[in-house]
Structure formats: C-alpha cells, structure tokens
C-alpha cells in the first residue's frame, strides 16, 4: 500500500469477501486476471476442507441447538509484498477458497481495484435478485382489492 493511502475499511473488505463468496469460480479467476494478480503467492495455510457445527434458536431468541454439521474450506495466503488474505467456503472447492484468499490480500493492497474486477459479480447478484423479485412479484394476490359481493 502506498504511505499515504490509508488501509480500507472492515466494512469494504466484508463487502468484498461477501461478493467473493458468492461468486463462482470462474468469475474469481476473471478478476484475477483483471487484476495482474502476482504468480507467486505463498499459502500461510494450504486450503483443507473440514466441517464446522451448525447452530440455530427456536423463534430467534430460544435456548441454542446444534441444528447439523457443513462442510467449509479455508485458505489463508500471502503476497511477495506482504498483505495477508484469508477466506472460508463452503463446499470442498479449494481452488475457490484460495482465489478468494488471493483476492482479500490484494484488496489490502488495491481495493479500488478489487472493488472494480467485483464489479461483474455484484451486477449479476443484482440481476438474479431482480429476476426473482419480478417471479414472486407474479403471484402476488392483492385481497384488499376484491369485491366482496355486498352492494
């Protein structure tokens, strides 16, 4: 990072590893390439894939239960000029989690850029939301608005 740039926000970097989550893995390797990411990153951790318990409330507010089990992979890396990035998945796609580690160390670094080469991602989120907001929005049934019969 530059000395005069200051470090990016938690909430830009939450926003960035959300979009990162969601993307598929084709789209993280597009942003990689976007981004001129280095050949040479090394793993703090080499991506494992392990379960991680499940816990859930009856209403919201209940007591707490262990409602099952899911399976997440993490990977934690490093870049040659020294950013830290770190990502869980769910599923078992390693390749997956360890792009999505590469691409938070690099927000680190450029998250102007991240931000950008996410740029696709968050425009499909949107679009598949809009999508299933327009399905659902077919079979709204507005009751208030029937006539009941009574004159």
């Known amino acids: 990072m530059p000395p005069d740039a200051s470090p990016p926000s938690l909430e830009a970097r939450q926003a960035a590893m959300r979009l990162c989550a969601l993307a598929r893995t084709d789209e993280l390797e597009t942003a990689l390439a976007t981004l001129d990411a ?5 793993d703090l951790r080499r991506p ?3 379960l991680v318990m499940l816990r859930g409330r009856m209403g ?3 007591r707490p239960f262990n409602a099952g089990e899911a399976t997440v992979t993490r990977a934690a890396v490093r870049l040659p000029s020294g950013e830290a990035g770190f990502a869980y998945h769910l599923g078992r796609d390693a390749a997956r989690a360890r792009k999505a580690a590469i ?7 450029r998250p102007q850029a991240v931000e950008a080469a996410l ?3 968050e425009a499909r989120i949107a679009a598949e939301r809009a999508g299933e907001a327009r399905r659902v929005a077919a079979t709204k049934v507005d009751f208030f608005t029937m006539v009941r019969g009574e004159d």
């Not at 280095?38 to 090394?42: G, I, K, L, N, Y």
């Not at 691409?103 to 670094?109: E, Y």
Request: glycine fraction near 14%.
């Open 60 to 62: 919201g507010d209940g």
């Open 48 to 50: 494992e894939t392990g």
């Open 38 to 42: 280095p050949r040479t990153v090394s």
């Open 119 to 121: 740029a696709p991602v």
């Open 103 to 109: 691409l938070d160390a690099l927000f680190q670094a």
